[in-house]
């Protein structure tokens, strides 16, 4: 998946620069919030439940400082990311066992069309792998700063 | 039949999903070492859902790989088809399991 296809799952009212959460739990809960708040999601337990079940797989902290929770879920209709950061960093429980700063969290339905669930994970963990779009993220203020990040200009 | 039974079905679907993905999904770099926990969750939670029902959803699973879509719209996200509208009422009130007339999908009204 191209990068400037990706950035078209991400929206302002699913951004945001500053985290208040300071737990894993929290910072599942903040995030999933946003979709509850923007009404892309009908059931927030069930999708919390996805969640916590997809944590049980292995942590979505993926290590340098990234989390990237995500799964399908019969609760929503489409594929949308939520993005927050945390300037002190969160234990999630992360691979590496370091905090977390940058959160993306992927929520898509059982189909989607044309199969980008798989795709859009797997163009942001290489987003994230470069340390230069990491430490640009951390950054961010606006959702402005944010897009051209992610479309790589 | 209670609406605890669709909850407890789109649970085990959105189980069974990430189950299907996790080698997918560790091939992408993500850790999936949990993955026996995550079959005994699938199994628990098989367990406490009727047998009628959890026949039906795995029947509809093994033919159509999803047993239940979310309707968006009054349109059966499985096969595009729009619903009545008069089933869309009783879908989101009712406690009865609704299944698009065209795939035989169960439905989940997300609106």
Request: proline share 4%.
């Amino acid at each position: 998946m191209q990068r400037t296809e990706l950035v078209n799952h991400f929206q302002e009212k699913l951004f945001i620069p500053e985290m208040h959460a300071t737990t894993k739990e929290g910072a599942l809960g903040e995030l999933l919030d946003l979709f509850v708040r923007e009404k892309l999601i009908r059931n927030r337990d069930l999708v919390w439940e996805m969640l916590h079940q997809r944590e049980t797989l292995g942590s979505t902290g993926i290590g340098k400082g990234v989390a990237i929770p995500h799964g399908r879920t019969t609760a929503a209709s489409n594929v949308f990311i939520a993005f927050g950061k945390s300037s002190k960093g969160i234990d999630f429980d992360a691979i590496d066992k370091k905090p977390v700063h940058l959160f993306f969290m992927v929520i898509a339905p059982p189909h989607d069309e044309g199969n980008i669930y798989l795709p859009i994970l797997g163009t942001l963990v290489t987003v994230l792998n470069d340390k230069n779009n990491r430490d640009r993220l951390l950054e961010v203020s606006s959702f402005a700063d944010f897009v051209p990040i992610i479309t790589g200009e | 039949m209670f609406k605890k039974d669709l909850e407890q079905l789109v649970s085990l679907q959105d189980l069974d999903l990430m189950i299907e993905e996790a080698v997918e999904v560790e091939k992408l770099g993500f850790s999936v070492t949990g993955y026996n926990e995550l079959k005994t969750a699938r199994e628990e939670l098989a367990h406490v859902i009727t047998k009628p029902l959890l026949f039906r959803y795995e029947r509809l699973r093994a033919k159509l790989k999803r047993a239940i879509v979310p309707v968006k719209n009054d349109v059966c996200l499985g096969c595009f088809l729009r619903q009545p509208t008069s089933l869309g009422a009783k879908g989101r009130e009712d406690d009865q399991i609704f299944t698009c007339e065209n795939c035989g999908r169960m439905l989940y009204w997300l609106d």
